[in-house]
C-alpha cells in the first residue's frame, strides 16, 4: 500500500507522460528503484533481475542495506549519499556515486548511481535511484593500470638499458673521436710529408733537367743530326712537364687560392699553347683536333696557367686513348651561369670499376699495351684541383670502345 500510495501521489502527471514514464522504467537498460525515507526499496524495474540477479519481487519492501547484498564497507558512503541527496540540496543529484553490490550468483558488480529525490507537496518523501552496471568498465580499467604498470616496468627496464647502451656508446664515440683526431693528425702529417717530398725532389731535379735539356740543345744546335740528342732533349722536357704537374700538387689548396692570378681567359690562346706542346704527338698518331668555341658576349675570367694545363691534361688523355687516326673535340660552350668545356674521343673508354677512381692521385688503368699509353696518373687528379679551384664541377661519361666525354662546368661567380 505505502508504495502505491507513493506512486500515486508523486507522479500526478497526465496520461501520456505516465505512459512514457512506464514506458522508460519498464524497458531501461539501468536499474531504476525507489526508497522511501527509510530506506526501503519501493518499486524496481526489470532491468533489476538482470543487473543483481534478484527480481523486483525479491527485494521490494526490504532495506537495501539488511539485505546482504552490499558489503559492510559501503553501508557508510551510502548513508551519506542517502542523506545528502534527501537535503534538498541543488547540487546533490549532480552528484554519482559508486558501490559494489553481491550478485545473486555471488560475483560483486561495481553499480554507478545517481539519485533524485521524491516530492510530495513541496516535501521530500523518498528518492528514485538509477543504477548502471560499471563492472566490465572498472574490469577494463583495472586491466589498463595493471598493463600501464607492466609497461611502466618496461620503460623503465628499457630505459636503463639504453642509459647503458648509451654510456657505453658515448665512451665509444669518445675513444674513436680521440682514434680520428689522431689518425687525422698522422693523415696531416702525411700529406705534408707528401708535399715537402715532391716540393723537394721537383726542386733537386729541376736544374739538373735544365742543364741537361740546354746541353742537348747546345749539341742539336752544332749538329742538329744526333739522334740522342734528340732523345735527350725530349726525354728531359718530359720530364720537366711531369715535375711542374708534382709541383703543382705539393701546392695546398689554400696557398693556391691565395695565390690565385685571375685574368680575362682567351680561350683561343689557350688551345693555341696547349697544341703547341701536344701537336707533335697528335700528328704523330695522325689525330685530328677539332675545336669550337661558342661563348658570345660572356666573359670567362680565371687563372691562365692553370686553366691551360686543365685543357692539356684532358685533350692529352684523349689523344693518349685513341687509336691512330681516330677523332678528338674539344668544346666551349656558353650556358646559364658559366661555360661547359667539353673534351670528346672515340677512344678505348673506361670501364666502369675505374670510373671511381679515375681522380686518385697516381692511379693508372692497366691495359694490354699500357707501354703506348704512358703517364703518371696525376693527369685527371689536376684536372678535379683546377675545377675544384675555379669552383666547377668536373665529370666523366664513358664505355669500353665507344670513347670518352669528360665535361668541366666554370661558373662565373668563381671567385
Known sequence: MEKRKLIKNTYTLPKAAEEKYHHLFIHAN??????????????????TKKITGYSPKELIGKDIL???????????????QRQ????????????????????????RI?????????????????????????????????????????????????TKKIKKLNMALEKGIRERTKNLRVSNEQLKKLLKDKANFLKQTTEQLTLPLMVMQKNAELLLSK?????QAKIIYKESDKLQKILADFS???????????????????????????????????????IYIDREFNTPGQTYHGNPAYLSKLMFHLLNNAVKFSDAG????????????????????????????????????????????????????????????IADLHKGKI??????NEGTKVNVFLPFNNI
Open 30 to 47: 539501468d536499474m531504476i528503484y525507489l526508497l522511501n525515507l527509510k530506506g526501503v526499496l519501493l518499486d524496481a524495474n526489470p532491468a
Open 110 to 158: 561495481v553499480l554507478e548511481t545517481n539519485a533524485a529525490p521524491i516530492y510530495k507537496d513541496k516535501h521530500i518523501v523518498g528518492l528514485q535511484c538509477i543504477a548502471r552496471d560499471m563492472t566490465e568498465r572498472k574490469q577494463q580499467e583495472q586491466r589498463m593500470i595493471t598493463t600501464n604498470k607492466d609497461l611502466e616496468l618496461v620503460v623503465k627496464e628499457r
Open 66 to 80: 539488511t539485505l546482504g547484498c552490499i558489503p559492510k564497507s559501503y553501508h557508510a558512503q551510502i548513508k551519506k
Open 248 to 286: 703543382y700538387l705539393a701546392i695546398d689548396d689554400a696557398t693556391k687560392h691565395k695565390t690565385l692570378d685571375v685574368q680575362t681567359i682567351d680561350w683561343e690562346e689557350i688551345f693555341v699553347h696547349v697544341m703547341h706542346e701536344l701537336g707533335a704527338c697528335a700528328l704523330a698518331k695522325k
Open 395 to 400: 665529370t666523366v661519361s664513358s664505355a669500353i
Open 84 to 107: 545528502f541527496r534527501l537535503s534538498g540540496d541543488k547540487n546533490a543529484t549532480k552528484a554519482i556515486y559508486e558501490f559494489e553490490w553481491v550478485h545473486k550468483n555471488g560475483k
Open 326 to 385: 681516330g677523332k678528338v673535340s674539344v668544346r666551349i660552350t656558353g650556358v646559364k651561369n658559366g661555360l661547359n668545356l667539353l673534351v670528346e674521343d672515340r677512344g678505348i673508354g673506361i670501364a666502369e670499376i675505374h670510373k671511381k677512381r679515375i681522380f686518385d692521385s697516381f692511379y693508372k688503368i692497366h691495359l694490354l699495351q699500357e707501354q703506348e699509353r704512358e703517364g703518371t696518373g696525376i693527369g685527371l687528379t689536376i684536372c678535379k684541383s
Open 223 to 227: 749538329d742538329p743530326s744526333q739522334e
